[in-house]
């Protein structure tokens, strides 16, 4: 089973419609339930984003609404400083739990205001992190001064970018921790053949193959996803986002085991026609 302390709590679903195989806005009721059921479950620590819209409002909210302010973590994400940014991380660092704070890219992470930012929590007990996308942006951030306690880095079965042995060894002579996201890549390899063939043509034998591969060795595609990079990577946390309750149950009963060595090589070695596939950033628009 998978060790609750190893997830935190995305929320990007909380307000809108977030993610390539998700059509569906969530109500205030059914957020509050995840949250709720998610902190009986064992997991400490949830992800607010200043740019999820409305969802950082509802978060704070239920979490006053049902005492639990002070019973999880707040990791709080933000990409620029504004009154509004301040006021809530004043809001979050006084009346919850703030944990560690995140730059939303490498190029805020860097920006004199930030940097500015993390002087003023040099004496807290507060972390810093930054999210990124690239290898470049962490060559970049390593040559810095201040270097953050935690890299967060997208890795999944399509995006590999940071399966590098060397990248690891740095960052661990630097006592930098990994935080991952995206393990589904935006939930990519759930989507049925009809919907992949119309939004990723150029790439759908490669994108149908992979699913018949893994079918081929009775491989359910959730389990696989999360044993791919448990196998691959140490590791400090694991970014998860759900869209209803019963999908945490889902992902604390999986059972961590290793993947068929053939398989293995399979999903490592394959390989697309574009590096576009790997970054939702880059797809075009629904």
Not at 71 to 83: S, V
Not at 94 to 120: T, V, Y
Not at 136 to 143: F, P, S, T, V, Y
Not at 226 to 243: M, P
Request: aromatic share 12%; proline share 2%.
């Amino acid at each position: 089973m998978l060790n609750p302390n190893k997830i935190i709590l995305g929320t990007a679903q909380f307000d809108g419609i977030y993610g390539i195989s998700n059509n569906k806005k969530l109500s205030d009721k059914a957020v509050e339930k995840i949250i709720i059921h998610s902190l009986n479950k064992g997991i400490k620590q949830l992800e607010i984003c200043s740019s999820y819209g409305k969802s950082q409002d509802k978060i704070v909210y239920i979490l006053k609404k049902k005492n639990l302010s002070k019973k999880i973590e707040i990791i709080y994400k933000f990409d620029k400083i504004t009154k509004s940014e301040l006021s809530y991380l004043h809001l979050f660092k006084n009346e919850f739990k703030l944990s560690s704070i995140f730059a939303h890219s490498s190029n805020f992470f860097l920006s004199k205001k930030f940097q500015e930012l993390i002087d003023r929590f040099k004496n807290e007990k507060i972390k810093v992190g930054v999210s990124i996308y690239e290898k470049k942006e962490l060559e970049k951030i390593l040559k810095e001064k201040k270097i953050p306690d935690f890299i967060q880095i997208p890795f999944n079965i399509f995006n590999k970018t940071f399966d590098d042995n060397n990248l690891e060894k740095k960052l661990k002579k630097k006592k930098i921790k990994i935080h991952l996201r995206s393990i589904f890549n935006q939930g990519l390899i759930f989507l049925n053949n009809k919907f992949l063939k119309k939004k990723f043509p150029s790439e759908f034998k490669n994108l149908y193959l992979i699913k018949k591969e893994i079918k081929n060795y009775k491989e359910n595609i959730f389990s696989l996803s999360v044993n791919y990079v448990f196998q691959k990577l140490k590791f400090e946390k694991i970014l998860i986002g759900v869209v209803n309750y019963n999908q945490i149950n889902e992902i604390l009963n999986l059972n961590i085991k290793k993947i068929d060595k053939n398989l293995l090589y399979f999903l490592d070695n394959y390989k697309f026609k574009s590096e576009a596939i790997k970054d939702p950033r880059k797809w075009k628009k629904k």
